[in-house]
């Protein structure tokens, strides 16, 4: 189902006087709970419930190469959070390996720095930042979970295996408790 | 063409395996490279052949070979005699001290660069083996071996590496990959308070591995080359 379809299967039940935004909202705040569950339950093709974003510029600072999150993330127990892959633009090839900020300074000067080949990948704040990355590379495609909201209203969203009901359910208990608001249009 | 797999395999590829053998997430790779890196090492230097260096040097204007950067464990040094490797003797009394320290030079006059009087066979100089090629001493804090005696002006010195290049692909023999993974997961471990019966069940996995490994090491000719190489003809009479 798309989005949009989600959040009218949700209208269908409460009402159409929700607005179809409060109700992503609302859907968005559940949505990100299951994706993380997923990420415990150790779902095992956690792409399915990832959108692509390809031909992502690289840029650079005095820090180094990065590129700018296109989309808000979710939150997971992981060490790049909603960052689910990195590759190179157009070749899908996984020479990108994700490390925490951590894993860079502490291997900063050491063995494994001095002869590592791949390119890492770590998450700081709205950056995702690029470890021993090749300037020759410009662009890169994105694989990121997202939320809920950032989905546009035509993209299909895959839900977690078994939880598209809970989700619904949880989101239209979480609306009846809300009245209805006429969000303005900004 | 070879029918079989290769027999070894790319550093970077025993961490990949490593990684998928213990269900780790790939965030957790430059971690295990470095543990990768520091288990071929303890390999190399303490329970395998790999790692063996024989290069030439020439000694300095004062008789002292530098180690090179990548030498971990000094072995030998010595000199090609009729196509085979003679090490000369090492004599830790010789003197190893050096007058001056923006340029080096020696002052006989406190014993430094003095070639040692090894022909007596009466007093301290005659205790010990005579070695007619030359003799040396390391100096540790400073890296480098003092040498004495010697009469080549090139000589050759045999030490450990690591076997890890700095550029380039490091290769791997395929048959110390599951010692090299026993002692990623042991090193993984070590130091968790939480999970000390684990760092002991992983420490003897590692060592179990290198029993394996070991017991490959040598044929009953190897053995037996090596018993029978002490060996010399008597003259029959």
């Known amino acids: 189902m798309t989005k949009a379809e989600i959040c009218d299967t949700i209208r269908n039940i409460i009402g159409w006087q929700y607005d179809r935004r409060q109700v992503a909202a609302v859907v968005s705040t559940v949505y990100s709970m299951y994706i993380s569950d997923a990420m415990d339950r150790r779902v095992k093709n956690f792409e399915f419930l990832s959108k692509e974003y390809t031909d992502q510029t690289v840029s650079d600072d005095d820090e180094g190469d990065y590129v700018t999150l296109p989309a808000a993330i979710v939150g997971l127990p992981t060490a790049t959070d909603g960052v689910v892959s990195v590759r190179n633009a157009g070749s899908g090839d996984l020479d990108y390996f994700p490390m925490s900020e951590k894993d860079r300074m502490l291997s900063e000067g050491l063995d494994s720095d001095t002869i590592n080949t791949f390119t890492g990948y770590y998450v700081v704040g709205n950056k995702i930042r690029l470890y021993n990355h090749s300037s020759s590379v410009s662009t890169v495609d994105l694989v990121l979970a997202i939320q809920f909201y950032d989905f546009a209203w035509t993209d299909e969203v895959n839900l977690p295996g078994g939880r598209d009901f809970n989700i619904i359910d949880l989101a239209i208990n979480r609306l009846l408790n809300a009245p209805p608001e006429p969000l303005k249009t900004e | ?237």
């Open chain 2, 1 to 237: 063409m070879s029918t079989n797999l290769d027999a070894i395999m790319d550093i970077e590829d025993v961490v990949k395996h490593a990684l998928w053998r213990a269900k780790r997430p790939l965030s957790d790779r430059m971690l295990f490279l470095e543990l990768a890196i520091w288990a071929y090492r303890e390999l190399c230097s303490n329970h395998v052949e790999e790692g063996f260096r024989m290069v030439k040097k020439t000694p300095n204007s004062i008789n002292i070979v530098t180690f090179p950067d990548d030498l971990e464990q000094f072995v030998a040094i010595g000199e090609p005699v009729d196509g085979k490797f003679v090490p000369y003797t090492r004599k830790d009394d010789i003197i190893i001290t050096v007058t001056g320290s923006v340029t080096e030079t020696q002052d006989s006059d406190d014993g430094e660069g003095v070639s040692i009087n090894d022909a007596q066979t009466l007093g301290y100089p005659g205790v010990g083996g005579v070695n007619t090629y030359g003799y040396f001493a390391v100096d540790d804090e400073n890296r480098r071996v003092f040498l004495n005696s010697q009469t080549r002006s090139e000589v050759l010195l045999i030490y450990k590496a690591s076997n890890i290049l700095l550029s380039g692909t490091t290769y791997v023999p395929k048959k110390y990959v599951n010692a090299i993974v026993a002692w990623i997961l042991w090193q993984d471990v070590v130091g968790d308070d939480n999970r000390i019966n684990i760092t002991l069940q992983r420490e003897m996995a590692y060592f179990r591995r290198l029993d394996e490994i070991k017991t490959r090491s040598f044929s009953l000719d190897d053995l037996m080359d090596e018993i029978y190489s002490g060996y010399t003809m008597l003259p029959r009479r």
